[in-house]
């Protein structure tokens, strides 16, 4: 009864760890069913319920996340000092991203992806030393800004 139940608890977390997806889990149960050793399958209807429930959460693509603001300027040359703002920064800051756009009636320039305000202070007090009004700023933000490892696996 323990062997039962523990291979019970394995099939159960490889379920879990994979994608979670109905045709991940029918496919994972037609392989253990199958070869001399198969296994049988039996979902309690709780643990169903609740794989399904998590399968039809939507998936999350924006988080939360600070970013430095460089220059906000609606003034009759707002475009000039961006670019020459932003150009600014890359000589100074070559290894941080930044990023010039346009929102009625300003253009913005700002600089790097930040998950907690914590990292964000201690990159805006460095950027400080050229642009002295840079200030922390919350933003909503792609969850593809903070991934890192498919330039770095390109570059091996």
Known sequence: MKTLFKIFLTVIAAVVALDGSAQNIAA???RLATGANGVTVVEQSEVSDAVRSVESRAKRTK???YTILILS???SRARENAVEAKDTFEENFPETE???????PSFYVTAGSYLTKEEAIIEMMRFRSVFPKAIAQNREMDITD????NE???DE
Do not use: A, L
């Open 28 to 30: 994972k149960k037609s």
């Open 63 to 65: 988080v939360n996340g």
């Open 73 to 75: 300027d609606n003034s």
């Open 98 to 104: 930044v990023k010039m756009y346009y929102e009625t």
């Open 146 to 149: 903070f991934i890192i490892g």
């Open 152 to 154: 770095e696996e390109q």
